[in-house]
T-cell receptor, first 116, second 112 residues
Framework: GAVVSQHPSRVICKSGTSVKIECRSL??????MFWYRQFPKKSLMLMAT?????????EQGVEKDKFLINHASLTLSTLTVTSAHPEDSSFYIC????????????FGPGTRLTVT | SQQGEEDPQALSIQEGENATMNCSYK?????LQWYRQNSGRGLVHLIL?????REKHSGRLRVTLDTSKKSSSLLITASRAADTASYFC????????????FGPGTSLSVIP
């Protein structure tokens, strides 16, 4: 149980276009989802916390108009990178938690974004 | 801001040896977790230790927590080549919906 999927796993897009990444909890309801960004050989940097039905909470330094997050249901959160630039190229990982006192986060497999 | 700090940043050992990774953090925590990441993949949760616990075991993994020193260690015994991965500690300050902050990680290479 506790499987989180991400789609797509890899995406290449041109500068100036927008890209949407989906994060789904497959067998549980995720009241809270988190979006992370990871540069090569670096740790995960939390971008935002997404609660179902409410606005996401962004970490300091993360542009909310650049990285749009929508958590429309208890099983789906989306991250849209708007007007992507090469510096947005990164590995984006989502995680989900049930919010029922279980502290583990369940991570998706990640999405490799390359902006050309 | 980064909460956990791991050392060493990189560790290379022979198969069969034990691997010890350390993590330090700065603020009070509710629990500390260790994760594993194979290259280019998502994270796998290994073990969680609560702030009122001092030691926890899971298979070949042993985690200790010293809240007075704000540090934790992950010991992998009898390492295998398949243990080659990056290991991250992560801290959580409160409820499950609270954010988890990751340390910079230790890259472990187990040589067959």
């Amino acid at each position: 149980g506790a499987v989180v999927s991400q789609h797509p796993s890899r995406v290449i897009c041109k500068s100036g276009t927008s890209v949407k990444i989906e994060c789904r909890s497959l067998d549980f309801q995720a009241t809270t989802m988190f979006w992370y960004r990871q540069f090569p050989k670096k740790s995960l940097m939390l971008m935002a916390t997404s609660n179902e039905g409410s606005k996401a909470t962004y970490e300091q330094g993360v542009e909310k108009d650049k990285f749009l997050i929508n958590h429309a249901s208890l099983t789906l959160s989306t991250l849209t990178v708007t007007s992507a630039h090469p510096e947005d190229s990164s590995f984006y990982i989502c995680s989900a938690t049930t919010g029922t006192g279980v502290y583990e986060q369940y991570f998706g497999p990640g999405t490799r974004l390359t902006v050309t | 801001s980064q909460q956990g700090e791991e050392d060493p940043q990189a560790l290379s050992i022979q198969e069969g040896e034990n691997a010890t990774m350390n993590c330090s953090y700065k603020t009070s925590i509710n629990n500390l977790q260790w994760y594993r990441q194979n290259s280019g993949r998502g994270l796998v949760h290994l073990i969680l230790i609560r702030s009122n616990e001092r030691e926890k075991h899971s298979g070949r993994l042993r985690v200790t927590l010293d809240t007075s020193k704000k540090s934790s260690s992950l010991l992998i015994t009898a390492s295998r080549a398949a243990d080659t991965a990056s290991y991250f500690c992560a801290t959580n300050k409160g409820a499950s919906y609270d954010k988890v902050i990751f340390g910079p990680g230790t890259s472990l290479s187990v040589i067959p």
